[in-house]
């Protein structure tokens, strides 16, 4: 049986985004009326690293819908630390569950168990630090909740914005919708990938770079903190060189809009101090409860029947390029093939979008 999976958010037409957000707010107002609705229905959480608040988070989402949990969350309890491949571990998980979500360190990760998985939903949960698009989800639930649109918006995006699969995933969102504009805050070590600003620049998106969140701060409708992410970093030496350069506190706040909304997808380290929390444009705790509804919505959606059939692969696979991206999924599974979009003189991989020259 072919199955439709949730690897980017982009994989659903934005109607569907529009129906799972107006769905979520709905559970959000009555919570019970959905108590039952995935009874007999199994997700399994494949949890390859830590998670707090995305793990439990789907694990309360099926459990509120009446459905049950399986998974591990940590993959040195399971099969995987006997040498198991994903594609195996995923073809076994389809015979015991009826929809995945998926968390893994490496990129890629994600699409590569869909392609094994015939008869399960997958959703990712996080791939490296590709994409987050359930993450996205709960932002743009929190955004149509709090600031009542997702149009028309000047969202500042301050941090890691080189590894944040949280930042990837929610500029590739918010830049569809019109009259939206970002203010991209980072060090130029921390600066967003390549391949996020030609997303911007083909969506004819605006966007500045800029250092100080002190001196944008005040033209900010939203403003997206992140964590300086430490397991990200190839040496100690380079993370300590990046933390705590951004910080918010009280007195970067009194420059802001009275307005403007506080998003962090959590968890925090120092980089908010705990003074933040208590002025009403700090959202990020209504944030995560916004991302069990989201979660819930998905949930429905996914185990629904579907109105379109998905494509994961529009490339060719190309056996004599090994992508160039050493946290690329296909460098740690060699056994996956590997697949390519041409553009131009290079190729992207369709897994972790890395491009390489031809």
Known sequence: MNCNHLIDLADLPMEQWDNIIHLALKIEQNPREFFGIMEGKILATLF?????????????????????????????????????????????????????????????????????????????????????????????VTLVKEKGRLDNLTIGICGDLKYGRTVHSLIKALSK?????????????????????????????????????????????????????????????????????????????????????ILHPLPR?????????????AVYFKQAQYGVYGRMALIIRMLSKQDYQQTLFYGTSQTGHPCANPNCITNAETYLPKHYIESGDMLVCEYCEQKILI
């Not at 997958?122 to 630090?129: C, F, R, S």
């Not at 380290?269 to 444009?281: F, G, K, L, S, Y």
């Open 269 to 281: 380290v120092d980089e908010i101090t705990h003074q933040v929390d208590a002025d009403p444009r």
């Open 48 to 140: 390859y690293e830590p998670s707090t608040r995305t793990q439990m988070s789907f694990q309360s989402a099926m459990l509120r819908l009446g459905g049950q949990v399986i998974g591990f969350s940590n993959p040195q309890n399971s099969s995987v630390a006997k040498g198991e491949t994903l594609g195996d571990t995923i073809r076994i998980v389809n015979s015991y569950a009826d929809i995945i979500a998926i968390r893994h360190p490496l990129e890629g990760a994600a699409k590569a168990a869909a392609s094994y998985s015939q008869r399960c939903p997958v959703i990712n949960a996080g791939d490296g630090g590709h994409l987050h698009p359930t993450q996205t989800l709960t932002d743009l």
């Open 177 to 261: 919708y019109p009259g939206n504009q970002f203010v991209l805050i980072s060090t130029k070590e921390l600066a967003v990938p390549p391949y996020i600003k030609n997303i911007l620049n083909s969506a004819g998106c605006p966007y500045t770079e800029v250092f100080s969140l002190s001196e944008v701060i005040g033209d900010l409708d939203v403003l997206y903190m992140t964590r300086i992410q430490k397991e990200r970093f190839p040496t100690e030496a380079e993370y300590k060189a990046q933390k705590n350069i951004y910080v918010l506190d009280t007195e970067k706040l009194s420059l802001a809009k009275p307005d403007m909304k």
